[in-house]
């Protein structure tokens, strides 16, 4: 099994993430519900509804979503306070289950209201045991070891202006935005970036999603995926800069992939997505 190291960022062990850009379909093709349903393996699907202040009617849109294709039993888990997280009786809405998905609303609802209680813990053992967590939006986002929480879009990013926080950690050396292209976020993710080169930005169009296994994703959905990376960055202002001024930085590597790509995160680079299907991540 693959251990994650700062060479291999996002390898972990387990099943499946599929991290999505928010809006996906759900009429028509639903491409990617139907990946998720896939996974699921005709089990049971939790749809966590966690991030949302107000969570009425988003579980009936999936219900809606996910009709006739091949999930086994679709439940909700939503959660109010804290304190249902660290008791038993949210714990058995989990019984069975072979996939979660955590739908859009605030990421940071998702990590203080279950991060370290015995739910979290719950769904880590249904990723472990090979299961399926999807996420959109801000479900997207809290995927991560460290998450964006909020910061301008559709213009230059400004020296402080982004904030983030410890996500669930699922998938460490990236971060991830959503809502990419459609909302103008490349400036935001650039910044990101410029304060810990190490780590991968990933943005991810509205109705497209990453499939990550074993450190390689692979893209499917409608619109782009796009990867910054700055490992060889030579050049940044972000540490002399004073507040509010734009960024500076030079030699940054952007890789634009869209449906049917694959990205090697341990290698940094795009591979042929036959090598993933013939089990081999890249050269």
């Known amino acids: 099994m693959p251990k994650h190291t700062p060479d291999n960022p996002g390898a972990q062990p387990g099943g499946t993430l ?19 349903a896939r996974r699921v393996r005709g089990g049971r699907l939790v749809i966590a509804t966690v991030a949302s202040h107000e969570p009425e009617g988003y579980f009936e849109g999936y219900q809606g979503g996910f009709e006739g294709l091949g999930v086994g039993d679709l439940v909700e888990l939503y959660v109010e306070d804290r304190t ?3 008791g038993e009786d ?18 940071l609802r998702i990590t203080s209201q279950i991060g370290d209680t015995p739910l979290e813990a719950r769904i880590r053992q249904v990723y472990e045991a090979g299961g399926v967590i999807a996420g959109t939006s801000a479900g997207a986002s809290a995927m991560c070891e460290t998450m964006l929480v909020k910061g301008h879009s559709k213009e230059s990013y400004r020296i402080g202006d982004l904030a983030m926080a410890p996500g669930l950690g699922l998938i460490r050396g990236v971060i991830i935005d959503q809502h990419f292209a459609e909302r103008g976020r490349m400036g935001r993710l650039l910044g990101a970036v410029a304060q810990n080169p190490r780590v991968l930005g990933i943005g991810i169009d509205e109705d497209t999603a990453i499939v990550v296994e074993g450190g390689h994703f692979r893209v499917i959905g409608s619109g782009a995926v796009y990867v910054a990376d700055g490992a060889g960055i030579t050049h940044s202002n972000i540490a002399e800069a004073r507040r509010d001024e734009p960024l500076s930085l030079y030699d940054v590597r952007l890789h634009v992939l869209s449906a049917g790509d694959a990205f090697d995160l341990g290698k940094r680079k795009p591979v042929p997505a036959e090598a993933l299907r013939e089990g081999v991540p890249g050269d």
């Open 90 to 107: 949210k714990l058995g809405l989990l019984d069975g289950a072979t996939g979660v998905f955590f739908t859009g609303g605030d990421q």
């Open 18 to 36: 599929i991290i999505i850009g928010g809006h996906e379909a759900k009429e028509g093709r639903r491409e990617i519900l139907r990946e998720v």
């Open 84 to 86: 249902e997280a660290l």
